[in-house]
């Protein structure tokens, strides 16, 4: 079996397709997909967002240096894709998809209701890498759907069906195939999932 080579691309696949809210000054919210997002370090917390400087949000992102990242699920997988695709410039995509504006804890920028895990983030840096900007932004605060703790109020995002974006297509996640270290443990009772 043989391997083609393609031209230097993007092919870091399956990413997060995440819903990214932001509030203008004036308190205008919007809310637009991403799915350059990623973990940047665990202590402090932190993530990046990389966003096209022509995006109608990059300028609130420059402004107030807040936003919000809202997991998504297979229920919001519709509103996902119209976020990426519509412009705030437009439309009211909150308004257009049904999605619940909530107030956040440290931020101006609201939750979105629907979403199973809403992480509030503080940007400390932007980097101007070519067709996007990443903008590196610290955890402040991080409020999950109480509908997704079990009795000893453990979190299972697994509960919420969870999405991720591969070149053009969104995929739910599929079955649990083993837990971190099950590789090297000891016993075969691995999968702790039910709910």
Known sequence: ???????????LYPVPAVLVS???????????????????CSDPPMISVSVRPERYSYAVLEETGEFVVNLTTKKLASATDF???????????????????V??????????????????????????????????????SVSVDEAYLDSKN??????????VYAHGTYFDLGKAI????YSVAKTKNHMKTKK
């Open 1 to 11: 079996m043989g391997r083609v080579n393609w031209r230097p691309g993007n092919m």
């Open 22 to 40: 932001v509030a203008d000054r004036q308190g205008r919210p919007n809310v637009f997909t991403a799915a350059w997002v990623g973990t940047v």
């Open 83 to 101: 976020c990426g695709v519509k412009s705030g410039r437009d439309v009211d995509k909150f308004a257009c998809m049904h999605l619940t504006a």
């Open 103 to 140: 107030a956040a804890n440290e931020v101006k920028a609201p939750l979105i209701g629907e979403s199973p895990v809403c992480l509030e983030c503080r940007v400390e840096r932007s980097l101007a890498l070519g067709s996007h900007t990443m903008f590196v932004a610290r955890v402040v």
């Open 154 to 163: 453990r979190f299972h995002l697994e509960w919420a069906d969870p999405i």
């Open 178 to 181: 083993g837990t971190f270290g």
